[in-house]
């Protein structure tokens, strides 16, 4: 019997934050499409909490069925178009010019020519896509980065350390779209257990706090799965005569050796599909790989049962596409074999764990350019029409669009506070070497008990403006002191030292100094965040205290006199003897 697909809409209430993939400890980096095992997990809740199962949920029947044994397909869900179709992953093998603005270039479609003269300009890049004879819409994800502090205690509620890691999400306002594949009596009693109608739900992580908030919409099922995955066309198997065919994977693909070892390996899938026609009794060699796209990825999926993480395995990525030839025209009975199987493989997905989406594909999706088409540099052609249309919204691509919109925001008030914490150490530390420089500047002596009213002098005045108005008010005696005190290097007196703007102005000698060490990409981050540290009156009076501070308690340990050591007393020498 074929298979129903249940098809729905996602509409994320709030930023979703989906992880399928090994990833950096200090940054978060989300999936941009819906992963089926998400979406298989929050219908398992949905659907324990209706039944309010008591006991152990993988001893009832139909949640074993549905959840754990495979009685359900639950597909990827992927954003929806323009015209509220259900979006594709792009084919590795469809790039766009390397330069310029691809929405308004034509696509090169490489699967099917030799193109290695135009590949060398051209590049693949991650979006997903409606194809259909008539051209393509790109589609493209919105996803945006938040900051937060890293809790090494979680009894504690907040940053003992100050680390910070970054969540990228999904932001919210966008419309998704999944199915729901199985049998038709199945479909019906699912929809009529969580449907029909809205559900709210929630996906991925941190869903205790802001993330992951969905509404669901169901319509009504479908035919056939297969069918209803390609928006606005039906995947056809090839027909007799034809001498080749294209298999586009729709998701990611987890394909064992022949050693039972998940690999990712071109030639693998040809390995599958020979065995699955020989097994149908097609004759061996009768259908051979003749070109293949692909590329790897790690997938490693938390279960909220287990309290852990599935073990990482290997899978080919979603969008790899794979090109077969006939090498010879086949009877009527192995021509319906070959079309029995590739039809299976469609309908029902390749390789493990087809229950959380893996494993889907597309037979003949990708298709020779039309008769007539004139190519467009020579041995390659563009798409027949297949012109991206302008999108209004971001487009973001992982890391690339990540550091792209950090460029074009000001970082939040944390990363600002780090920032301006780690300079203003900075400019103490500086602080201190220059007071145990400047100090040396200056031979001669004062009493302890002045230096002591300097250094209290310069801990207590509200600003630098009144620590010179307070130098003025020194008895005639101390001023005459200070005055006796010369450095050859400044060419001025002690008090006239102290009597100079330091950090009171643009002009003063120790802002011009200590600006003039900030180097470029210090000055550059100030800039973005608007952040002049040095304009800063606070800043700058602490930083005045702390310099003359250790100024004054350096002059003092200078003028102290050595100590000078002992000899042994009366009794120790008694004792000696």
């Not at 937060?148 to 890691?165: A, D, K, L």
């Not at 099922?221 to 065919?245: K, L, N, Q, T, Y």
Request: hydrophobic residues 40%; aromatic residues 8%; contains cysteine.
């Amino acid at each position: 019997m074929p298979l129903q697909q249940l098809t729905y809409t996602i509409d994320l209430l709030a930023p979703v934050l989906l992880t399928n993939s090994v990833g950096d400890e200090n940054i978060l980096m989300s999936d941009d499409y819906l992963a089926g095992t998400a979406l298989l997990g929050m219908f398992a809740r949905r659907y324990l909490d209706k039944a309010k199962l008591s006991g152990p949920a993988h001893q009832e029947e139909t949640f074993r069925k549905w959840f754990l044994a495979g009685g359900l397909r639950f597909l990827n869900g992927y954003k929806a178009s323009s015209q509220g179709l259900r979006s594709l992953p792009i084919p590795l093998s469809v790039e766009f010019p390397k330069y310029g603005d691809d929405d308004q270039q034509p696509a090169i479609e490489l699967i099917f020519e030799d193109a290695a003269d135009v590949a060398a300009n051209t590049k693949h890049r991650d979006a997903y896509c409606v194809m259909n004879p008539a051209g393509i819409e790109k589609v493209a994800v919105a996803k945006a980065t938040h900051f937060h502090h890293r809790r090494t205690n979680p009894v504690i509620g907040h940053s003992q350390s100050g680390e910070i890691f970054n969540y990228e999400f999904i932001k919210p306002q966008q419309r998704f779209l999944a199915a729901v594949v199985g049998e038709p009596d199945e479909i019906a009693k699912f929809l009529m257990t969580l449907g029909p109608g809205e559900l709210i739900g929630h996906l991925g992580r941190s869903r205790q706090t802001e993330y992951g908030r969905v509404k669901i919409h169901f319509t009504e099922p479908g035919e056939r799965a297969a069918d209803g995955e390609i928006p606005g066309m039906s995947p056809a198997v090839p027909a007799r005569g034809d001498a080749s065919f294209t298999l586009t994977l729709l998701s990611h693909a987890i394909l064992p050796n022949a050693a039972g070892h998940p690999q990712v390996q071109a030639d693998l899938l040809a390995w599958h599909l020979s065995r699955a026609l020989q097994a149908a009794g097609v004759q061996p060699g009768s259908v051979q790989l003749a070109k293949s796209f692909v590329r790897g990825v790690e997938i490693e999926n938390y279960v909220a049962v287990w309290q852990a993480r599935k073990p990482a395995v290997t899978a080919l990525r979603m969008g790899s596409c794979f090109l077969f030839t006939l090498t010879r025209e086949l009877p009527e009975p192995e021509w319906r074999q070959l079309d029995s199987v590739l039809r299976q493989w469609q309908e029902q997905g390749i390789g493990w764990r087809c229950n959380e989406g893996f494993g889907r594909l597309a037979i003949n999706w990708q298709r020779p350019p039309a008769a007539g088409v004139t190519a467009a540099h020579g041995r390659e052609y563009s798409l027949p029409n297949l012109t991206a249309s302008r999108r209004q919204e971001q487009r973001e691509q992982q890391r690339q669009n990540l550091q792209r919109q950090l460029d074009k925001q000001m970082p939040p008030a944390l990363v600002q506070n780090i920032f301006r914490g780690v300079m203003q150490a900075y400019l103490e530390e500086k602080c201190l070497a220059q007071a145990t420089s400047d100090v040396e500047l200056f031979a001669g002596e004062l009493p302890g008990a002045q230096i002591s009213r300097l250094q209290r002098f310069a801990e207590t005045a509200p600003s630098e403006a009144h620590f010179k108005i307070m130098l003025g008010e020194l008895p005639r005696l101390s001023r005459d002191r200070l005055a006796g005190i010369h450095s050859k290097q400044e060419h001025c007196s002690l008090l006239e030292f102290l009597q100079r703007d330091h950090l009171d102005s643009r002009e003063g000698r120790l802002y011009r100094r200590w600006a003039g060490l900030l180097d470029r990409e210090a000055k550059a981050l100030s800039r973005a965040l608007n952040a002049d540290l040095l304009a800063d009156g606070d800043l700058r009076l602490r930083l005045l205290r702390k310099y003359f501070s250790t100024f004054f308690a350096l002059l003092r340990k200078r003028n102290r006199p050595d100590i000078p050591q002992r000899g042994p007393s009366a009794s120790q020498k008694r004792n000696t003897t």
